[in-house]
């Protein structure tokens, strides 16, 4: 039996449009983008079709699309645009490459004022405010449109808002929010940073979309390709599959995601039956549960679930396999807390079974350490079915 994957926040698998496009781009769009002849124009017209596509997803114009190596990079170019002399304010809670961003820019004598992080993790407009009023211009917000780890949605058009009244730049990285939820909610943002393959395209690719006066500054040397702005031979392969991805994204993605919430609810009810806590009761995607289990590390947990054939994660993926807890959820909750936190992504493949195994996975590691001294769990019907909440557990 193959793994149940709910770890779709690390990653996503490719889709059949982007594997499809790709498969064609392989044969035909092999070229170099920038060669003149045939060859290089079947593969521009490949990475135009692409930029056109993530452009559209992005909300702006595809001018003002620079391809990246991911989301890592597009976060990277958006906060280096900041100059020595500057202030950026940005949170604990964001991803690594934009907390660590924000500390080289620290030391290259930047001004770096952190939000404060409320305990459920959803940032509060009035508190960005007096930390927005309070700093030097120019000046830059950066914030994240959903959390990597624990799903909660951020205000980001209100935060948005606020940026432009007190003449504040916004940068908004919306990697796990892109092909999930709506695109309205960072539009007017004047960088955005997005991961082709958190949307079902291929790795190694992204994009920072910006205002038309707001193009980063490179963080490479090199040749013209993508207007300088990120010089060197860009993989119109994967282009292809990223702009079949953008484009599935376009019809229809949050739809799709939005339909997970009632599995993922009930995956929760049952969860916490058996002894978990939502971490959080922010408002947050619906296809991402985020759960503290006392009983057992994170770390434990995993690798049991592991052995159970059930792929979930303790962090974010480029946090797991090292020792540390998240840093997000340390500065939510403590270090306990983030040593005990799961979590659970569902995606477009999710099917109901994948839950069913979830369940009984935590059930038997559960029991198999004590944790709960009794269980019985009834499946409605031999099927979990959809009633609310399916699963009884008697302790
Ligand atoms: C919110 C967020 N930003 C940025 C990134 C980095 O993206 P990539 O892995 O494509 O570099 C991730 C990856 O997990 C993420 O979740």
Sequence with gaps: ???????????????????????RAAEDGWGNPSSVHAIGRAARRYLDDARAAVAELAGVSDRDVVLTSGGTEANNLGLRRLSSQAALVTSALEHPSVTESARALERGGAVVAWIDVPPD??????????????????CLLAIH??????????????????????????????????????????????????????????????????????????LLTGGP????????????I?????????????????????????????????????????????????????????????????????????????????????????????AMQG????????????GEPTVLADIERFVAALTRVLQRAGSIPRVLLELSGGSLGRRLPPWRVTI
């Design 1 to 23: 039996m193959s793994p149940v994957y709910l770890d779709h926040n690390a990653t996503t698998p490719l889709c059949d449009d982007a594997s499809a496009a790709m498969s």
């Design 121 to 138: 993790g959803r940032l509060d407009p009035a508190h960005v405010r007096d930390v927005l009023s309070r700093v030097p211009r120019p």
């Design 145 to 218: 449109a959903v959390h990597h780890e624990t799903g909660v949605v951020q205000p980001v058009a209100e935060l948005v808002a606020l940026a432009r009244e007190l003449g504040a730049d916004v940068h908004v990285d919306a990697v796990q929010a892109a092909g999930r939820l709506d695109p309205a909610m960072w539009r007017g943002a004047d960088t955005v940073a997005l991961a082709s393959h958190k949307l079902r395209g291929p790795k190694g690719l992204g994009a920072l979309a910006h205002l038309p006066t707001k193009g980063p500054r490179p």
């Design 225 to 236: 390709q993508e207007r300088g702005l990120r010089p060197g031979t860009v993989d119109a």
């Design 238 to 330: 994967a282009a292809a599959g990223f702009g079949a991805a953008a484009r599935r994204a376009l019809s229809g993605g949050p739809a799709r995601y939005t339909a997970l919430a009632p599995w993922r609810d009930q995956l929760e009810a049952a969860a916490v039956a058996l002894g978990a806590r939502r971490t959080t009761l922010a408002p947050r995607a619906s296809h991402v549960s985020h759960l503290t289990i006392d009983s057992m590390p994170a770390a434990t947990l995993v690798a049991a679930l592991d052995l159970e054939g059930v792929c979930v994660s303790s962090g974010s993926a480029c946090a797991a396999g090292t020792a540390e807890p998240s840093p997000a959820i340390t």
């Design 335 to 346: 270090a306990h807390v983030a040593s005990r936190a799961l979590r659970v992504s569902l």
